[in-house]
């Protein structure tokens, strides 16, 4: 799939979370403050660069990330919302890159690049299945992967 003739530069989406408990530091790392975790805004700046792909994308056909380049650049208490926004800023036939931004209703916390893939989804489902199955025959314990298996 040609990724340069079907996304266009310049398309944009934006994405937005309100820090709850579970999106905090404090949640997952004893000790630490109650203030959105790095994975989480990453997380939220996917989301954004997927939506403003998937317009764009065939039937049958969605993006994955493959490289992240961003730097968090301020803390964001519990209870604020946090709005990650992706700007495509160049396409290949294989991948499309973002220039992606996060603001938290006071300043920046998040800006880099992002760099998202297309997949046909038939083709994903049958590699990961097939994958799932390998790994629960050869793990002790495992249980068949999920839709079936032996």
């Known amino acids: 799939m040609d990724l340069a003739a079907l996304v266009p530069a310049g398309a944009t989406a934006s994405s937005s ?11 997952w790392a004893e000790g630490m403050p109650p203030v959105f975790g790095t ?5 939220l700046m996917e989301v954004a660069a997927a939506d403003a792909m998937k317009p764009f ?3 049958g056909w969605a993006s994955v990330g493959v490289r ?3 730097s968090h650049l301020a803390a964001t208490p519990l209870g604020m919302t946090v709005t990650a926004t992706a700007k495509v800023v160049s396409a290949t036939e294989q991948t499309a890159t973002f220039e992606v931004v996060a603001y938290d209703g006071v300043e920046k916390v998040e800006e880099g690049t ?4 297309a997949i046909d989804l038939a083709r994903f489902e049958r590699r990961w299945r097939a994958k799932a199955e390998a790994a629960g ?3 002790p314990g495992a249980t068949s992967p999920p839709g079936g298996g032996a």
């Open 17 to 27: 979370l309100v820090v709850t408990p579970e999106l905090t530091v404090a949640h």
């Open 39 to 43: 994975p989480f805004l990453v997380y």
């Open 57 to 59: 994308l065939p039937e």
């Open 68 to 70: 992240v380049n961003v």
């Open 114 to 117: 992002h760099v998202r893939g």
């Open 137 to 139: 025959q050869t793990r």
